[in-house]
């Protein structure tokens, strides 16, 4: 008796394709069977292209929503004014030459290949090949590191490795996945290992609100949050949260069955996205638009495992379906002309930020900070220092070896940021904020030293940076997560190397930006917006 079923059950596919041609596709008979044959060079333009269109552009429906929050009434200021530009970094995008997130991402292609299609040589390298060649042409960032030993490391230098899964599976055709997930979007992803008793509509209620509250704003929502209940190992728990995060198992039943196959608890997603509505973190800083969505799904699992995903898709939403057939090589369609979902608002609309000159000295720009309200929307004007982890490692060995802080880090605000490449005749390539929380543990000891007294970022701060703000009169500013191209047209007007030139995209940077958007996070109080 054969009770094999399998486990996804991922129903019709309805994604809006465009063809590529059939270069490189042809149809050979092998005895009485046909067979796709698929050239590598086929594979390798088939990536070149997905990761080209990843970086610039997006799906229409995540467009959508975002243009739905301008739509909304119930909306908050704040949460018009993120989704506002978002939209105007997508158009910004879209022009191809600025990516839309500064960290253009580690790429995965995940594929299922039909027993009836042929490939000569490695798919992998074949794959990898029109990977490099995107990176290499485009105005996109290398950020993998290859260790060198357990505590060294160095860029490749081609953004290679890729992460490439690809299963055999019955059927005529290839279908893929590709993907560029940054890493703040990337270290959202979470796995707990629970049990039975979490089976309890008030248990997991509760679970699931202190959890999706735990993600904080570090990876630029609104986020299209995915949740997986269960699984037959972590391994495949986590999987599927990456491809329900991607809106790539949408097509699941609703329901279960006795053989075990996955299915979606829409009843249960709608629960979980009005829970998000109420949280007040909102679209970063405060309201209502903390998720655009959520998938819900539910796993069979071993008696004894509960284990149970978490993980999203951040403002930065990229990925694109592809599938290879005998009538050609298809790419989903993604939005050419985002400006159609970007309203013409008001003048005046919201309220008027606080003009903060960074041309004055540090005690001004503290003094001009001091006594404002968490929450105060800010425009900077003047120059900033750019640095992040690795110099930040550097300086504080020097700070513990009896050295000083170099000037800069103590006449300066400090921005957490990472440029990717600058396209001729620009001054900045896309140039958005990092996550500020991997600063966190060099807070106290620059600020004691007089150093990183305003830095800037995204995404909330550990205890530690409060209670170091409150002690040495810092402050602790976030800008837009999930707007580098916008940031780098509108409001970066000059950009030089500093210091640590060796390091490339770590070097410490000074740039000059106009009328940047920034929110007042943390006081010299201690007080923290996202604490309240």
């Not at 978002?86 to 253009?104: E, F, H, M, R």
């Not at 209940?229 to 999987?239: N, P, R, V, Y």
């Not at 030089?496 to 929110?519: N, Y």
Request: with cysteine.
């Amino acid at each position: 008796m054969n009770d094999y079923s399998p486990i996804f059950q991922k129903g019709a596919d309805e994604t809006e394709y465009v063809s590529l041609g059939s270069d490189g596709l042809a149809v050979e008979r092998l005895g009485a069977r046909e067979f796709l044959t698929v050239a590598p060079q086929a594979l390798s333009a088939l990536a070149e292209r997905a990761f080209a269109d990843l970086a610039h552009r997006f799906r229409p429906s995540h467009l959508q929503q975002l243009r739905s929050i301008l739509e909304d009434p119930e909306a908050s200021d704040n949460d018009r004014e993120v989704a506002q530009s978002l939209l105007k970094n997508a158009v910004i995008a879209s022009a191809g030459v600025l990516p839309s997130c500064q960290d253009t991402g580690t790429a995965l292609v995940i594929g299922e290949k039909g027993q009836q299609v042929l490939t000569e040589g490695d798919d992998a390298e074949a794959f990898s090949a029109g990977i490099a060649r995107t990176y290499a042409e485009r105005n996109l960032r290398f950020s993998q590191l290859a260790p060198q030993s357990m505590f060294e490391e160095q860029n490749t230098g081609t953004n290679l490795p890729a992460q490439i899964d690809i299963a055999a599976v019955a059927g005529d055709s290839y279908d893929l996945l590709f993907v560029a997930k940054g890493g703040g979007s990337a270290n959202k992803t979470f796995l707990f290992q629970q049990t039975k008793a979490l089976l309890n509509p008030e248990k997991l209620h509760a679970f699931l609100e202190e959890k999706v509250a735990s993600l904080g704003t570090a990876a630029c929502p609104p986020y299209h949050l995915a949740i997986v209940i269960g699984g037959l190992s972590a391994e495949q728990t986590l999987k599927t949260v990456k491809l329900a995060s991607c809106r790539a198992l949408d097509g699941l039943p609703t329901t279960g069955d006795a053989t075990g196959r996955a299915f979606r608890d829409r009843e249960l997603e709608g629960q979980v996205l009005e829970m998000t509505r109420h949280l007040g973190i909102g679209a970063q800083f405060g309201g209502k638009y903390f998720c655009h969505d959520v998938r819900v799904i539910r796993l069979p699992r071993h008696a004894g495992s509960l284990p149970v995903g978490l993980g999203v898709s951040c403002s930065a939403d990229r990925q694109v379906k592809a599938k290879i057939t005998a009538d050609g090589i298809f790419l989903e369609k993604l939005e050419a002309h985002p400006e159609r979902y970007l309203p013409e608002l008001s003048e005046g609309a919201g309220t008027a930020p606080l003009t903060l000159d960074l041309n004055q000295p540090m005690d001004e720009i503290r003094r001009t900070l001091s006594g404002q309200p968490v929450g105060t929307k800010l425009s900077l004007t003047g120059p900033l220092i750019v640095a992040r982890d690795v110099v930040h490692a550097e300086l504080l060995e020097r700070l513990q070896a009896g050295e000083d802080l170099p000037d800069y880090v103590k006449d300066h605000p400090i921005y957490y940021a990472g440029p990717a490449k600058t396209p001729e005749g620009m001054a900045s390539g896309s140039f958005g904020p990092t996550t500020s929380a991997r600063m966190d543990p060099y807070a106290a000891p620059f600020m004691a030293a007089g150093g990183s007294l305003v830095t800037l970022g995204k995404g909330n701060r550990s205890p530690e940076v409060r209670q170091a703000c409150a002690d040495h009169g810092g402050f602790y500013l976030g800008t837009v997560g999930g707007a580098a191209a916008a940031i780098a047209q509108d409001h970066i007007r000059k950009v030089e190397t500093l210091d640590f030139a060796e390091l490339g995209m770590e070097a410490v940077w000074r740039i000059e930006v106009q009328d940047m958007p920034a929110f007042l996070v943390i006081d010299d109080q201690g007080n923290d917006f996202y604490a309240r």
